[in-house]
């Protein structure tokens, strides 16, 4: 069991899966910060958690599915393959990405009862916190499809601000459980 590295693949892997920087060339986007890599470093992490993950290897499979899930949606954005992701399986993908983060922060939660037992609340509002502002943006991103309304479409760009925010403090606090876990040693 590795807890200092499993923080520091967890904080790194919320982050990307959160972040997404677009970077625009000659009409072509591509994400810089594809949410595969978050994933995959979720993934990686599972086994280093050791015994917080008994009882969870579902997770683990659910980081690897979606590792090949956003992969695959990378690779048709970067390389302009003709298929899209129907609004409606993606709906489903995000609100599954949603139960599993909610389901990995109560692994976090005990981590810090033991490692960090001061941030433990501190981990439940963040997982509150982000939960709220994803469900925000994919509902006001579903508004803004369905109405194409410039006020929703400004309401999804203010509520990313918050939830790139929260994803930051969230990493941070990761890492201070992380410094913890390491003093302890």
Sequence with gaps: ???????????IGFLLTLIEFNLTLNGATVNV?????????????????????????????????????KACEWVISVFHIGIGVPTVIGLII?????VIMFLFFGVL??????????????????KIINLALMLGIVVLGILFALTESMAFAAL????????????????????QIRKTAMAEQ
């Design 33 to 69: 910060t594809p949410d595969f890599i978050g994933w995959l470093l979720l993934f990686l992490a599972f086994d280093k958690f050791g015994g917080y993950m008994a009882g969870r290897d579902y997770l683990k499979w659910c980081f690897l599915v979606l590792v090949i899930i």
């Design 156 to 175: 999804v760009i203010l509520v990313g601000v918050a939830a790139l925010v929260a994803a930051i403090v969230t990493a941070v606090v990761l890492f």
């Design 94 to 98: 995000n609100l599954a990405e949603m």
């Design 109 to 126: 939660e005990k981590v810090t009862r033991d490692v960090c037992p001061e941030k433990e609340s501190t981990v439940r509002t963040l």
């Design 1 to 11: 069991m590795d807890i200092k590295k499993a923080l520091s693949y967890t904080a």
